[in-house]
């Protein structure tokens, strides 16, 4: 028997298998990025790496890097002034680098090739003296850029086709418009436009287009092909919504109490810093079956959550004055599949005789993930001390059938279940039963 974190016990009785309710969760497996001493924060990742803003005890931010594929830490950019906000996509690491005496950001870069990266980062961008922040990269070296700057006192989204040499003129309206990200074609950004909207624009037709336009305060979009993710304040707190830019179709991944903030969004999962149980947590929904799960609730604070596909990585709070000179690190998850939880099962007959079928249904079971499940059904008969199955089967079907011909006046027999997802099995349900004289 297995303890459930409720301190219920799975048991047996007359037949019924009584399993307790237990939360549903999805299983992330967590592993520490960077535990370094002093600061560090910022996040961003792609398939092969991570790559986030490092500032050690005494010196100006750095930009670092962890191979998920090996081979492990190491620094990208140790250059003199503030080096901040990196992304990363395909071969290209982009960052808002103040190395100059002047103190201007400009967008310095690494490129990855298989030989590693090159030892030296080289300004990417550089409009002289106007400060190049926030820099998103799409479609790695021979992509597409975009950046937010400062100019005529308002904000303005610009970019650059890097395999053109092309200037993009993203956002250049009257209002403040920032907090840009780019996938593929499409970059979205922030408005100051009526309190504040959420705004995409086309590259290839130059198409303005309308995500979150109802007055309600709108802010930090995040997309992945198809799907905008943004913060959105129309009941007092913030709540994470979801717009998909092919269907038109909105509808909310989060309205808990608290706020929700700084969405991320990849491979069908989007995540967010979360505020419900008052402390900044992680959470994540997922698109395809439209469950809401924690990433990571530990007691300290995680923010800034960026995912890739079945990996996700924050900044975490954790060891932060645990011993000088410790402050926020950088850990991560991967997405492992939950496997189904154990069926409740009723035998009918409860007595059965020779003369009657014997059905076995299962009343109740669940996927933490939502994944469809099926059962797989095993009779057995007890001969001598040891038990021989004499039938088994497979189906989606939550009900089975020992046949009457099959049994014996007597005769002590067993019927398992497991429930399985495909890739893992739930532990087995039993019904003992004899067959009467």
């Known amino acids: 028997m297995k303890q459930s974190p409720a301190g219920a016990w799975v048991v047996l009785v007359m037949g019924l298998l009584v399993a307790p309710a237990t939360a549903a969760k999805v299983g992330v497996a967590e592993f520490v990025v960077c535990a370094e001493a002093g600061n560090d924060r910022e996040p961003a990742l792609s398939p092969s790496w991570i790559v986030w803003t490092h500032e050690p005890p005494g010196r100006q931010p750095d930009i670092w890097a962890y191979g998920l594929e090996g081979p492990g830490i190491r620094p990208l950019c140790q250059a003199d002034g503030v080096q901040e906000s990196p992304d990363v996509d395909g071969d290209l690491v982009v960052w808002s680098d103040r190395r100059d005496p002047d103190g201007l950001a400009r967008i310095y870069s690494h490129q990855y090739s298989h030989q590693g990266f090159a030892n030296y980062a080289r300004c990417l961008y550089d409009m002289g003296p106007i400060s190049l ?193 410790n402050g926020t690190d950088i850990y991560g998850g991967r997405f492992v599949n939950a496997p189904p939880r154990q069926p409740v099962v009723a035998l009918a007959p409860a007595q059965p005789t020779d003369a009657q079928n014997v059905t076995v249904t299962v009343t109740w079971c669940d996927d933490p993930d939502g994944d469809p499940i099926e059962y797989l059904y095993g009779w057995s008969v007890l001969e001598g001390n040891k038990w021989a199955q004499k039938r088994g089967r497979k189906s989606a079907t939550p009900t089975d059938t020992l046949p009457a011909g099959l049994t014996a006046p007597g005769q002590a027999w067993k019927c398992t279940v497991v429930a399985t997802d495909g890739p893992d099995r739930s532990p087995p349900a039993e019904c003992a039963f004899t067959i009467a004289k």
């Open 133 to 325: 922040l926030h820099p998103r990269i799409a479609g790695g070296a021979g992509g597409k850029l975009v950046f937010q700057l400062l100019t005529g006192g308002n904000w303005e989204v610009l970019g650059s086709d890097l395999a053109l040499q092309k200037l993009l003129y993203v956002a250049v309206q009257a209002e403040d418009e920032d907090q840009p990200d780019i996938s593929g074609d499409v970059v979205v950004y922030r408005s100051s436009a009526h309190n504040g909207d959420i705004m995409g624009y086309r590259i290839s037709t130059g198409e303005t287009l309308d995500i979150s336009t109802d007055n309600w305060p709108a802010s930090a979009p995040a997309i992945d092909g198809d799907w905008v993710a943004y913060q959105h304040n129309w009941n007092g707190h913030d709540d994470i919504m979801l717009h998909n830019l092919k269907t038109g179709e909105g509808f909310p991944a989060c309205l808990q109490g608290g706020n929700q903030q700084s969405p991320a969004i990849s491979g069908g999962r989007v995540v967010w810093v979360d505020w419900r149980h008052g402390n900044a947590d992680i959470y994540g929904f997922d698109l395809d079956t439209k469950r809401e799960f924690p990433v990571c609730t530990e007691e300290h604070d995680q923010l800034a959550p960026a995912i890739c596909g079945d990996v996700v990585v924050w900044e975490d709070h954790r060891n932060v004055g645990r011993q000088a000179p």
